[in-house]
């Protein structure tokens, strides 16, 4: 019998699945989804990682299941050793080379990808987005780059950005470099020829549909697969251990349902 399984546990198993252990993860603000993947690789597969966040500019070993009105807990509570964000992005980071994920609002056919508004002009957006934070930074020197984008959509993946804040993949002396993997709804997908290509199609997914959320012409590798389900433990893990408040279905979330799961989890978790 097929196991039951959520389109947010099947992301969290897809990026648990591309953290090694030994590895540094960092992780941005309210990126829930992946703090749960790297959680889930911890747990299984890597339990030599260590967690890096701008939440509270810190490095730590331990963790703490997700949550929402006191999620400095895990930061403040368990850090090794703390450092202000300049110091981490500008001198830690480019030394250690952390893996991170990042959510891009808009990302091409190379990698490229835009945090910064909707629209071409700047003083009066159509939409202002979150900012780039450190990623103007850290992407220009990172050898690998990891995207997550929980609801695939042209939208998103656009023939060309409004904006550029993040360098997708790119061909330096050592070889490509740059963006590397990311993960949808629908699929995953690399840049191993320098463009976006499918190498994964969900269960369930077509081709097609794939294609038809895309903003440019989709490369496919030779060898697509169908992408592995998580296991029975997989998803015991995620939703009894690692986050039993459900935080991680925010990112899949929007309007007033993300607002009605929000209040009922901080009720759930007595920060209200």
């Known amino acids: 019998m097929p196991l039951d399984y959520t389109t947010d546990e099947l992301i969290c198993t897809c990026i648990a699945r591309q953290v090694k252990d030994g590895d540094i993860l960092a992780q941005g603000i309210n990126t829930p989804l992946v703090m749960a993947g790297y959680i889930l690789a911890k747990l299984t597969h890597a339990p030599g990682v260590y967690f890096t966040s701008a939440i509270g500019q810190s490095m730590c070993q331990d963790w703490a299941p997700l949550g929402v009105g006191r999620a400095e807990d895990q930061w403040l509570g368990k850090a090794q050793i703390h450092w202000g964000f300049v110091k981490g992005a ?92 990311l993960v949808s709804d629908l699929g995953q997908f690399d840049w191993a020829e320098g463009q976006m290509r499918l190498t994964h199609l969900h269960p369930g997914i077509t081709l ?65």
């Not at 030779?222 to 009894?240: F, Q």
Request: net charge neutral.
């Open 90 to 181: 500008a001198d830690l980071l480019p030394t250690y080379h952390p893996k991170e994920f990042f959510r891009p609002a808009q990302v091409d056919s190379a990698g490229n990808f835009n945090n910064i508004a909707f629209g071409s002009d700047y003083a009066r957006p159509r939409m202002r987005l979150p900012g780039t934070g450190g990623i103007p930074d850290v992407s220009t020197y990172l050898d690998e780059i990891f995207l997550y984008v929980p609801r695939h959509s042209r939208v998103t993946f656009v023939e060309t950005l409004d904006f550029k804040s993040g360098l997708g993949n790119r061909e330096t002396e050592k070889g490509r470099r740059g963006v590397v993997y």
């Open 208 to 272: 097609e549909q794939v294609q038809k959320k895309t903003g440019f012409p989709l490369q496919v590798a030779p060898g697509l697969t169908e992408t592995p389900a998580p296991s029975a433990e997989e998803i015991r893990l995620l939703r009894e251990v690692i986050d039993p408040l459900g935080v991680r279905k925010l990112e899949m979330l929007g309007g007033s349902a993300r607002k009605s799961l929000l209040q009922d989890m901080l009720m759930r978790e007595g920060a209200w």
